[in-house]
């Protein structure tokens, strides 16, 4: 039989909404991705630490944000999502305090993106690529203006080839005393008019539990 082609296997991901009980697949995807794809800007006790003390995306992703699993045939193959924030770094929906009120910004400085990963046997056929445009649409349609990432040295690039411009270092010091390097990126997008249906659907999702 013969093997299928990157192409193939492109158009046979199907793509969900994540919910709370894929927490441990989806965790175990991540750090096993991590593990292969960052070795060779990380030491591999330092992945293993910065898994263990900070965890493979940002707290309350799978909660308060929207986060996507992507598949092919029953295996994750990437993951990714994102969540309105506060210039204070604290997560929003950007519906408190009566933020419904037909502003089409709605409240939220900006959406932050993470958990973004790529099985290794996936990558460089532009899936990371594609699914950062996918979460932009999502975001531009609540008419948010700036998105921003933390990525990893691993991910760098990939962002910067999809206009993320770094702003400033965002390391992280794990308990040993080991700086794990990342690079925090931002970029504008233009934003679309919100839909009271898009309001609604995004009031849903953001409090399901």
């Keep these: 039989m013969p093997r299928s ?4 296997r492109f158009t ?3 793509v969900r909404q994540a919910h709370p009980d894929d927490r441990d697949r989806i965790e175990a995807f991540q750090a096993a ?11 591999r006790h330092a992945i293993d ?15 308060n944000g929207r986060f996507f699993v ?3 045939r029953g295996d994750i193959v990437a993951t990714g999502g994102w969540r309105w924030q506060a210039d204070d770094g604290a997560a929003t ?15 939220g400085n900006f959406a932050e993106i993470g958990g973004l990963y790529v099985d290794p046997m996936f990558a460089r056929i532009g899936l990371a690529s594609w699914l950062l445009a996918a979460l932009e649409n999502d975001i531009a349609r609540l ?17 910067q080839k999809n206009g993320y411009q770094p702003y400033r270092l965002a390391p992280v010091r794990l308990a040993d005393g080991t700086e794990f390097h990342r690079v925090a990126l931002a970029k504008a997008i233009a934003a679309k008019q919100i839909s009271a249906t898009d309001r609604a659907r995004h009031r849903t999702s953001a409090h399901v539990q």
């Design 5 to 8: 082609s990157s192409t193939d």
């Design 12 to 14: 046979e991901i199907t």
């Design 33 to 43: 991705a991590l593990r292969i794809l960052g070795k060779r800007e990380y030491e």
């Design 49 to 63: 630490r910065y898994i263990a003390e900070i965890g493979t995306m940002p707290a309350g992703f799978l909660e």
């Design 70 to 72: 992507l598949e092919y």
């Design 93 to 107: 929906t950007g519906f408190e305090s009566g933020a419904d009120d037909g502003d089409p910004t709605l409240r």
């Design 143 to 159: 008419g948010i203006r700036e998105t921003r990432i933390a990525a990893t040295l691993t991910g760098l690039a990939v962002c």
